[in-house]
Antibody
Framework: DVQLVESGGGLVQPGGSLRLSCLAS????????MHWVRQAPGKGLEYVSA????????FYADSVKGRFTISRDNSKNTLYLQMSSLRGEDTAVYYC??????????WGQGTLVTVSS | QTVVTQEPSLTVSPGGTVTLTCGSS?????????PNWLQQKPGQAPRTLIY???NKHSWTPARFSGSLFGGKAALTLSGAQPEDEAEYYC?????????FGGGTKLTVL
């Protein structure tokens, strides 16, 4: 079975940094693009970032460009999101999502990031 | 700033049929936007029901179908069940960026 397990969320002060991880299993991780999607409390879904299967191509939403960095380690079946200069509006549940034919199929359960002093 | 629009809320009777739509501020939605439809119930992660306009995943109930209609992507639920009450999001591809719609809260009542 495909599993995506996020970790690394927590409480961080404004201006701080945090690294999220997503451990993938049950599929050939190195052959799929991966995505991060977030959802602020009580709000809709927001597309955050994407990375190609090799890691050679990345995309960022304007809201996080220059502050977040997506990466992957195919030898460890793990996707990362390095977040810096965090703001209150970055408070959200962050989901790791597997690409499928330019859309999505599997989602992780999410990890909560709270930015507050 | 591309905006993807959905009905904020819809209501359907048990056993009834309802169609949710997904429009784009850039013009007509086409198959080239690879429309996806997602379902999210309270306290749960989203799950993808439809990909590439009309294709179903193995876990997608047969009562859900996707299409293009009138310049929009559409999700039709035929024979609504109480467990279909949820938030539904569409996702469109813009040659790199993906954009979510604001979601439709579907009530089965």
């Amino acid at each position: 079975d495909v599993q995506l397990v996020e970790s690394g969320g927590g409480l961080v002060q404004p201006g701080g940094s945090l690294r999220l991880s997503c451990l993938a299993s049950g599929f050939n991780f190195s052959t799929y693009a991966m995505h991060w999607v977030r959802q602020a409390p009580g709000k809709g879904l927001e597309y955050v970032s994407a990375i190609s299967f090799s890691g050679g191509g990345t995309f960022y939403a304007d809201s996080v460009k220059g502050r977040f960095t997506i990466s992957r380690d195919n030898s460890k079946n793990t996707l990362y999101l390095q977040m810096s200069s965090l703001r209150g509006e970055d408070t959200a549940v962050y989901y790791c999502v597997k690409d499928f034919q330019l859309g999505f199929d599997y989602w992780g359960q999410g990890t909560l990031v709270t930015v507050s002093s | 700033q591309t905006v993807v629009t959905q009905e904020p809320s819809l209501t359907v009777s048990p056993g009834g049929t309802v169609t949710l739509t997904c429009g784009s501020s850039t013009g007509a939605v086409t198959s080239g936007h690879y429309p996806n439809w997602l379902q999210q119930k309270p306290g749960q992660a989203p799950r993808t029901l439809i990909y590439r306009t009309s294709n179903k995943h193995s876990w997608t109930p047969a009562r859900f179908s996707g299409s293009l209609f009138g310049g929009k992507a559409a999700l039709t639920l035929s024979g609504a069940q109480p467990e279909d009450e949820a938030e539904y999001y569409c996702l469109l591809y813009y040659g790199g960026p993906r954009v979510f719609g604001g979601g439709t809260k579907l009530t089965v009542l």
